[in-house]
T-cell receptor
Framework: DQQVKQNSPSLSVQEGRISILNCDYT??????FLWYKKYPAEGPTFLIS?????DKNEDGRFTVFLNKSAKHLSLHIVPSQPGDSAVYFC???????????FGKGTKLTVNP | KAGVTQTPRYLIKTRGQQVTLSCSPI?????VSWYQQTPGQGLQFLFE???????NKGNFPGRFSGRQFSNSRSEMNVSTLELGDSALYLC????????????FGSGTRLTVV
């Protein structure tokens, strides 16, 4: 049972345009969500997070939107840069637990 | 401040052997979690330690075990290695309260032959 799903295995965008990465979850007990960027053979790098008490969090070029009723979150990267090319993972956790449940990831390619 | 340090970076072992991986968390972080990443299963939670106690455990066989020391450093051990244990093993440390952050190390790439 996959509780966190990233349905797009890959995404390709042009440099300067917006990248939108999507994530769906099934467990309504999740109340904290994180996005990570990952290169092969390296650990995930934290990008941005959001608590379920918010519906939006912004940090520079990265914005995460949370729609609790739809159990959906998205990561917007504007403007996209070639250095953003990597695999992006969505993760979720419940309060009181440090166990992260990850999606399978979306490979983003930003073309110059 | 220094990040999460995992040693060794790469390891090759033979089936049936055992292996111990090490993780030093960010200074002041008391929670350490371990994950396994494989191409087929993605990132899977192994277990979490806080103040030398295992607080949470994932769905892995008993061959996978861990411990945490009083200085918050953690080790994980895999006994009777199988080919399917080949993976990237990641450690993450977590702070508390305003110092909250969930930071991963670079991982240990284990290859079982």
């Amino acid at each position: 049972d996959q509780q966190v799903k990233q349905n797009s295995p890959s995404l390709s965008v042009q440099e300067g345009r917006i990248s939108i990465l999507n994530c769906d979850y099934t467990n309504s007990m999740f109340d904290y969500f994180l996005w990570y960027k990952k290169y092969p053979a390296e650990g995930p790098t934290f990008l941005i997070s959001i608590s379920s008490i918010k519906d939006k969090n912004e940090d520079g070029r990265f914005t995460v939107f949370l729609n609790k009723s739809a159990k959906h979150l998205s990561l917007h990267i504007v403007p996209s840069q070639p250095g953003d090319s990597a695999v992006y993972f969505c993760a979720a956790k419940k309060s009181g637990s440090e166990k992260l449940v990850f999606g399978k990831g979306t490979k983003l390619t930003v073309n110059p | 401040k220094a990040g999460v340090t995992q040693t060794p970076r790469y390891l090759i072992k033979t089936r049936g052997q055992q292996v111990t991986l090490s993780c030093s968390p960010i200074s002041g972080h008391r929670s350490v979690s371990w994950y396994q990443q494989t191409p087929g299963q993605g990132l899977q939670f192994l277990f979490e330690y806080f103040s030398e106690t295992q607080r949470n455990k994932g769905n892995f066989p008993g061959r996978f075990s861990g411990r945490q020391f009083s200085n918050s450093r953690s080790e994980m051990n895999v006994s009777t290695l199988e080919l399917g244990d080949s993976a990237l093993y990641l450690c993450a440390s977590t702070g508390q309260g305003l110092n909250y952050g969930y930071t991963f190390g670079s991982g240990t790439r284990l290859t079982v032959v």
